[in-house]
């Protein structure tokens, strides 16, 4: 689609960004606590929260039936799902079931997925000035996720002190989530882009051998993250006597949601700004070590068992800051790739499914062998990413990167 009367960027992507993040952190991480809150056990809650990284598998589909359509109204129309969502999830605490919560949160990862495609569609159509508006694109996500998952969670953890009632607690919170995307639908109705008339797409794909290499790099690559991505949090707020560091959803907040954040921030801004220094090829290898630190990190929590909140909040800056440098070699090679139109869809489906495959048995085997020897595993288990670096390696340009948008 083509679109006229573009308001400026301001008016617009900081928004979208923020309708973005916030129901992510709800699916990803405030649905962990809300389900651990309930006594569900690590084997259960990783094997259900797997499954909501399937419909991001589906993005590749999505894409094609949403590229002639107006995307505005999928926009909007996702939003509007999402609040009624999130306000479903608050009604849901009160009841003495988990199932209606589960289905909610099931429900709130394919309209999650779809919101996510389309907004990424309408940011390709605003096709000036694109490196501003990715700059205002990255610091408005990095905000949203401040908010979502450090002060909300933050909140939630502060309210279940002074009420001793967890379900009202989260409820609350939840409530808070629903009228921040109710404003955020209402504003982005008059302020989304209005589409004008249907135009061509690019359609290249790639070629069967460059696609599987591509595939292959991309799930291997990401896996060892996508194998602690929810056993971190998990460890973070498991009881001492069960291996964990006992933090509270406040304490969560702030050192995961709060300082994890900024770390993974100014991680990625430091990788970004190395390949466009060196390039690609000469940073791949640093980046791919990068990417074992935030087990070994783990690792080293859970063996000394540092109950210091200072302690643990340094341990997980220097994790985050890790992933964010190493994801930028990840997202570095897709936009090289992206000479092909499907590369960056197919990159969002292999990434997806990176952290669906080790989510179905990371719970089990915690609990089967307790979080020291898992995250001796989870190290093991890095050497798929320097696998999938010496896949591509030998067929990255020296200038890739130089400079990376």
């Known amino acids: 689609m083509k679109y006229h009367t573009v308001p400026t960027r301001w008016r617009w992507v900081p928004s979208l960004y923020m309708a973005k993040g916030v129901p992510f952190v709800v699916l990803t991480v405030i649905s962990l ?28 589909w999505m894409s094609r039936r949403m590229h002639h359509s107006d995307i505005r109204r999928w926009i909007i129309g996702s939003q509007l799902a999402m609040t009624l969502l999130l306000l479903a999830l608050s009604l849901c605490l009160s009841s003495a079931s988990l199932v209606p919560l589960m289905v909610c949160l099931l429900l709130l990862s394919f309209v999650c997925a779809t919101h996510d ?53 989260w409820s609350i919170v939840l409530c808070m989530a629903t009228g921040l995307m109710l404003l955020l639908t209402g504003y982005h109705f008059i302020q989304l882009p209005k589409p004008e008339e249907e135009s061509q797409g690019q359609t290249s794909t790639m070629q069967d051998k460059q696609t599987g290499k591509f595939c292959a790099f991309c799930l291997l690559y990401l896996l060892p993250y996508g194998l602690i991505i929810m056993m971190a949090t998990l460890f973070l707020i ?75 909040c340094l341990s997980i800056l220097i994790a985050q800051f890790a992933i964010g440098f190493g994801t930028m070699a990840f997202r570095a090679y897709i936009i090289y790739i992206m000479k092909a139109s499907s590369a960056l869809w197919m990159g969002i489906a292999m990434s997806a499914l990176a952290g669906l495959l080790p989510g179905l048995v990371a719970g089990w085997l915690q609990e089967a062998v307790g979080y020291p020897t898992f995250f001796l595993i989870a190290i093991g288990c890095s050497l798929s990413a320097f696998i999938a670096s010496a896949i591509v390696w030998k067929n990255i340009p020296a200038e890739i990167g130089k400079p990376l948008t």
């Open 117 to 169: 495609t389309a907004s990424r569609l309408l940011l390709d159509e605003y096709s000036y000035a694109r490196e501003a508006t990715r700059r205002i694109g990255r610091l408005s996500y990095f905000f949203s996720l401040i908010v979502a998952q450090g002060l909300l969670i933050m909140l939630g953890g502060n309210m279940e002190v002074l009420t001793r009632d967890i379900s009202y607690s």
């Open 238 to 312: 498991d009881l001492p006597h069960t291996g964990g560091l006992g933090l509270s959803p406040a304490e969560y907040g702030l050192a995961m949601g709060t300082v994890g954040i900024i770390g993974a921030f100014v991680g990625g801004s430091v990788g970004r700004r190395a390949i466009h220094a060196i390039g690609l090829r000469a940073c791949i290898w640093l980046m791919t070590a990068a990417m074992t630190v935030p087990s070994i990190i783990y690792w080293a929590l859970s063996i000394h068992q540092d109950s210091q909140l200072f302690t643990i």
């Open 33 to 60: 606590l809300l389900l651990k809150r309930n006594e569900m056990s690590n084997a259960a809650i990783s094997f259900f929260a797997a499954w909501f990284y399937l419909p991001w598998l589906l993005t590749p």
